[in-house]
């Protein structure tokens, strides 16, 4: 009789992300760190606000949940200010990565100071005036989505330009959400391509113009999805649009980035450092 | 003569936040814990797309030069994934705190695995898929936005209820761009607190609803800076509102939270983790 082989079973592993706050840093740079490790597959769990003793020994509780189901120790990351909720999390059976600790202490003896934390005092500061910067900012890219809004288009800090569907309106949301950036945008149309000339709304605040571009045919599918086997997201349609679009741009002395292939957030990153546009939130 | 005192210049820092992509992750990371610092001075520069040995060796530059003007060590930041750019960067006269190096090494001998850098493989893998997830998200929140739209309300992973201007617009913008949830929202309105009744739309979805209550004097304050003096933002009308959504959200066996003191990404945590929504993208 032939020996059965033994397949061994492939090893799921448990990520955690814990925090006293969202969360959002801490699985940013652990989803980041991880994704080298493209073979092996992973399970990522956040695990916000463990703010206090109670809190962070439910949390050992689930980690040490997931050792048994997975049969393999979890990867636990943690941005956790408080040095007594850290320990409680190292008593976890888990690989440990705490990012507060690795950190502050390095930058304790460059900066000879101590951190707020060690120094006893647990509160954060948060910005007050933070939250309405990036509310403003979000109605801002509302009311100006689009070429809307008869007014206020002097106030922003730049207006993305350039044929329909090339990502403006999402960039600028970001814009506001992540840098408190007044981002207002107008599309470029064809009326504006026969004229060859600016929309009138925006011809005077040509220095804070910034354009966007983009390839004919990735145009085309985007515009499909929408619109499908209409002249607007037609191929010769866009081609002629986006050629129009850039011709249009260069004549004015708009610099412009090509957005084929760019996620959201390298949108947004360039826009920012290119048109040298200052953050106004963290 | 008496001796004049000489008053020592307060030393100012530079913090430097270098990433081969667009740095978002590592300037969240050191802004949190530089916050930890508080009483030094400090500039925060994001050094974004140091991707090539060129580039990095002009970083070095630009971090010497501040050495040399702030008369203080600058802090660089890194997640920087090529070792010969890394190996440039620790050239600079800085502290060097190397996310990507701290990281790895343990989490390669936990893993029993190579990163994908440390395995000659500098390519990171996008997802294709990830862009048009967190795009149709954003136009869904763009669509429902205040209650717009007849159609495609069960379409929704969460449609968020409340009295107007309880941070409903910008918490449902932030779970489309930062998880690529499909988020609505609907207002309830005088009207709907007459009847003692959801509005029809969002009455047979009541399971995906998910509410936002607030002080009423904060509710004042913030309709004030939009319609100042009116019966709207008056704080008796605030009152009266808060008082009776809460009521109607009760009735109908809505949960909702406390907006008042929380920021636009602790809502929409808040709102994934009590909802137990599943993220769609990193």
Known sequence: ????????????????????RTGITVEMLGHSL????????????TLPYIDSKAKAT???????ERYIADEARPLVFSTLVNPEIRLIINSADALH??????????????????????????????????YWKRINAINYALEHDDGLSQKNWNRADVTLVGASRTGKTPT??????????????????PEDFQREELPAQIRNI??????????????HEIRSERKPESVYASLKNCEYEVQSAEKLMRRA????????????????????????LERKIY
């Not at 040509?206 to 145009?219: A, C, N, Y």
Request: proline fraction near 8%.
């Open 1 to 20: 009789m032939p020996i059965m082989p033994i397949t061994p079973k492939p090893i799921r592993r448990t990520a955690f992300f814990l925090s006293d």
């Open 34 to 45: 991880l994704s080298q490790f493209e073979n092996i597959p992973l399970d990522e769990i």
């Open 58 to 64: 439910s949390a050992v509780r689930t980690i040490n």
């Open 97 to 130: 990565l705490d990012c507060f600790s690795i950190f502050i202490a390095p930058l304790e003896a460059e900066l000879g100071a101590r951190s707020s934390e060690n120094m006893g005092r647990s509160h954060r500061v948060s910005d007050p005036t933070g």
């Open 172 to 189: 600028c949301l970001y814009l506001a959400l992540q840098y408190g950036i007044y981002a207002a945008n107008y599309p470029l149309i």
């Open 206 to 219: 040509r220095s804070k113009l910034f354009g966007f571009t983009i390839h004919p045919e990735r145009l």
């Open 253 to 276: 002395g708009i610099p412009y980035l090509d957005a084929t292939s760019k996620s959201i957030e390298e949108l947004a990153t360039a826009v920012l450092h290119e048109a040298k």
